[in-house]
């Protein structure tokens, strides 16, 4: 079942916050956050593996509510080079990850 | 830099044509790999997970005939897309998945982008 991510996109001026959230119909037992450049591969960001599990990289952070199945990824004073679509990914382990259908997020300076 | 490496990079083929594209782990061992095809402006669709020395497991809808998968070491599995047609033109990534690190982190390649004419 393929995670529900919002928003679907969303436009920001360089230095503002944003949130993008990832939600699933199943248990999450961890959840995998990536951004994709333009023609690129994914790159991994960082992954929580339990609920009430917070992770910060630079300024950007994730949060994992295990009971509510969701997970919120935050950008804090976004900088233009945070520009490009992320994934949510969830199962792991023996399987492949499943992701959700992506938030485009374009920074404008 | 990188840790899975992939390649070619970009491949273009004439229809009917079989065409490989090689996923390596550089500096840890993947008893698992996974391949997923990105059409533009979609997600990531997960096609087969690949294990080493064992058969590869399709997701349902991808025809395994077609789509061929060898992992034949630890650090290398192959994608050979056989009698390539047009509509197999699509942005084919493979990710690694590392047992050494929390959670079994997946890195994925950099992609191959396939184009059949």
């Known amino acids: 079942q393929q995670p529900v991510q919002s928003p679907q996109a969303v436009i920001l001026r360089e230095g503002e916050d944003a949130v993008i959230n990832c939600s699933s119909s199943?248990?999450?037992?961890?959840v995998h956050w990536y951004r994709q450049k333009h023609g690129e591969a994914p790159v991994f960001l960082m992954i929580?593996?339990?609920?009430?599990e917070q992770k910060g990289h630079d300024k950007i952070s994730a949060s994992f509510n295990e009971k509510k199945q969701q997970s919120s990824l935050y950008l804090t004073a976004s900088q233009l080079s945070y520009s490009g679509t992320y994934f949510c990914?969830?199962?792991?382990?023996?399987?492949?990850?499943?992701f959700g259908k992506g938030t485009h997020l374009i920074i404008q300076p | 830099g990188a840790v899975v490496s992939q390649h070619p990079s970009w491949v273009i083929c004439k229809s009917g044509t079989s065409v490989k594209i090689e996923c390596r782990s550089l500096?840890?061992?993947?008893?698992?790999m996974f391949w997923y095809r990105q059409f533009p402006k979609q997600s990531l669709m997960l096609m087969a997970t690949s294990n080493e020395g064992s058969k590869a497991t399709y997701e349902q809808g991808v025809e395994k005939d077609k789509f061929l998968i060898n992992h034949a070491s630890l650090t290398l599995s192959t994608l050979t897309v056989t009698s390539a047609h047009p509509e197999d033109s699509s942005f084919y990534i493979c990710?690694?998945?590392?047992?050494?690190?929390?959670?079994?982190?997946?890195?994925f390649g950099e992609g191959s982008w396939l184009t059949v004419v």
């Open positions: 990710s690694a998945r590392d047992d050494r690190r929390p959670g079994n982190t997946i890195y």
């Open positions: 500096d840890f061992q993947a008893t698992t």
């Open positions: 199943k248990a999450l037992y961890s």
């Open positions: 929580l593996l339990k609920g009430g």
């Open positions: 990914g969830t199962g792991g382990g023996a399987d492949g990850l499943t």
